[in-house]
């Protein structure tokens, strides 16, 4: 390593003689214990009133599964708890058969999350055609839960074992943080719990083996909503234990009953979609619908609600937050196709081990750290691959591929929408964004690119959120506060970075948002305003009228 313009060399240490600090990365505990934490949630259930007195009173169990199954969508291996096997890898047809990139690829090898208890068929945005809802999906399936529901999630691993979840954005016990060889690491399967706290944008991915699982597309959305969204959808518990339930007529995923005038709106008997946000702040536009909270505690405002005692809450679920008529989800994405090829199995970035006089050396452990990958020992098998080494030449939003090569635009398809089977129920998420006049549109992005991107919208928007945390929304992000986005302004994140955005025009937009995927490893100037190297340019349709 050399420090730049100081002429100084710093020679890089040697690996050999340590491998025992790697070998937890290699050999980890391969099944950990139930959590000392560990909460039956049959014995919680979805009422609030455990039976189990030791629970406090108001702890509910994640509804989603138990609606799902209801509305016909799911089959739960356990009650309350949502599935996740991981590790289904495959390949898949690129959009231009390798013509277009030059690279000669035909295919990209892809790792996959599936729910094994979806029920249907759903639209595959990459082959235009129809799969089972259970298949692997990329990105995986949107996993949704109210604020302060306990989550079970039962991971199975569907590939070469050991593997991970991490719940990128939460803060649960070390055990069920999912960081690969912190802890531990599964082989066969696991049940995650944790508690999401905050309403806001998430995401959850394999973090073994991290930065090539992640970039295979083992990762998924995670969405948090008010506390009442989909317990409103409950219309009546028939068996608490068995989580077996009857929907009302509110749609999945919308609060509870509105009274007249809350937030200023007219009553909304099925109640509305909502996110957290704090619009008292000069300067932004008007959003129909905000209700506000208490400016030094926030949430913590007494709930006012004096109808069915299911629906009651401690807090009242509804202070700061804001309404929506429109969702779109845009996963931004890339691939190399030089990685799919060199590397096509889980282990293909992870040396050999071997035993040499007894003791357990990784032969080429060295070599791969020091040549890029290349080992200079034939012992050595699948040495370190060079992470470092990515070219972009296939580029994704939410799955749909993006028809262009590199140094190109394309824009993707209107009209096209999440699947409720894969969207925790929600129907009508978009992709692509078709709203009406005076519409509230918000849209959730994930940065999933190896490099960074720039977003560009046609119109003014308001960033609400960015990275989960709701800005401005008191205690904790009493001292930050959301942004107007001018049109043309552009907005830049980096790997794993998410943002939520709200618009609301009453003209007519017939138009794109530009998503430029940017080359970090440039020395161009790389600025807010513009500048960079930009690998390829995806344009997503804006129609509002």
């Known amino acids: 390593m050399s420090l730049p313009k100081s002429g100084i060399t710093i020679p890089r240490q040697s690996v050999e003689g340590s491998e025992g600090i790697w070998t937890k990365m290699f050999d980890p505990p391969r099944m950990g214990p139930p959590t000392p934490e560990f909460i039956d949630l049959k014995l919680i259930g979805l009422s609030g009133t455990p039976t189990n007195p030791a629970i406090p009173a108001g702890v509910r169990a994640n509804p989603v599964p138990s609606v799902l199954e209801a509305a016909g969508m799911y089959n739960p291996n356990q009650p309350y708890t949502v599935m996740r096997s991981l590790m289904h890898g495959e390949t898949r047809p690129t959009w231009d058969g390798g013509i277009a990139t030059g690279s000669g690829a035909t295919q990209l090898f892809w790792m996959m999350f599936a729910d094994d208890f979806l029920i249907g068929k759903v639209f595959d945005p990459q082959t235009g055609g129809l799969i089972n809802a259970s298949a692997p999906q990329y990105p995986g399936p949107t996993y949704r839960a109210p604020r302060g529901a306990v989550c079970h999630n039962f991971t199975a691993s569907g590939g070469p074992p050991p593997h991970t979840i991490h719940w990128h954005g939460i803060e649960p016990t070390p055990m069920n943080d999912g960081v690969g060889h912190c802890s531990f690491e599964v082989t066969g399967s696991y049940i995650y719990q944790w508690q999401p706290n905050f309403i806001g944008t998430y995401f959850y991915h394999c973090h073994r083996n991290t930065m090539m699982h992640f970039e295979y597309g083992l990762a998924g959305f995670m969405l948090f909503d008010p506390p009442d969204a989909y317990f409103a959808s409950i219309g009546a518990i028939v068996d608490p234990d068995k989580g077996t339930v009857t929907l009302s007529g509110i749609p999945i995923g919308n609060g509870r009953p509105e009274p007249a005038g809350e937030g200023g709106l007219p009553a909304a008997p099925q109640g509305r979609r909502r996110t957290a946000a704090n619009l008292n702040f000069s300067g932004l536009p008007q959003f129909p619908g905000f209700v506000g909270g208490d400016p030094i505690q926030g949430v913590a405002t007494p709930d006012p609600w004096t109808g069915d005692p ?16 429109v969702e779109a989800l845009w996963f931004v994405d890339d691939r190399s196709s030089q990685w799919s090829q060199a590397t096509n199995d889980a282990f293909a970035t992870f040396p050999v081990g071997a035993n040499i006089g007894g003791t357990n050396v990784y032969v080429g452990f060295n070599e791969g750290f020091h040549n890029g990958g290349k080992s200079l020992s034939p012992e050595a098998g699948n040495a370190f691959f060079a992470f470092n080494d990515f070219n972009a030449d296939y580029w994704f939003i939410s799955g749909v591929p993006v028809p262009a ?18 969207n925790s129920g929600i129907i009508g998420s978009q992709v692509s964004i078709q709203a009406n006049l005076g519409d509230t549109v918000f849209i959730r992005c994930l940065c999933g690119s190896y490099n960074s991107a720039r977003v560009t919208f046609p119109v003014d928007v308001v960033i609400i959120e960015w990275d989960g945390r709701a800005l401005g929304v008191p205690p904790l992000n009493r001292y930050t506060r959301p942004h107007l986005v001018p049109a043309g302004t552009p907005i830049v994140h980096s790997t794993a970075r998410r943002w939520g955005a709200i618009l609301r025009s009453t003209t007519p937009v017939v138009d794109f948002a530009k998503v430029e995927f940017l080359e970090t490893r440039s020395t161009s100037p790389l600025s807010l305003t513009g500048g960079g190297d930009v690998l390829m340019t995806a344009m997503i349709p804006i129609t509002i009228t």
Request: charged fraction near 20%.
């Open 405 to 422: 090569a590199k140094g190109g635009t394309a824009q993707i398809p209107a009209g096209i929408l999440y699947p409720a089977e894969l």
């Open 310 to 325: 299911f629906l009651k809450f401690k807090y009242d679920p509804h202070a700061f937050t804001v309404p929506y008529d």
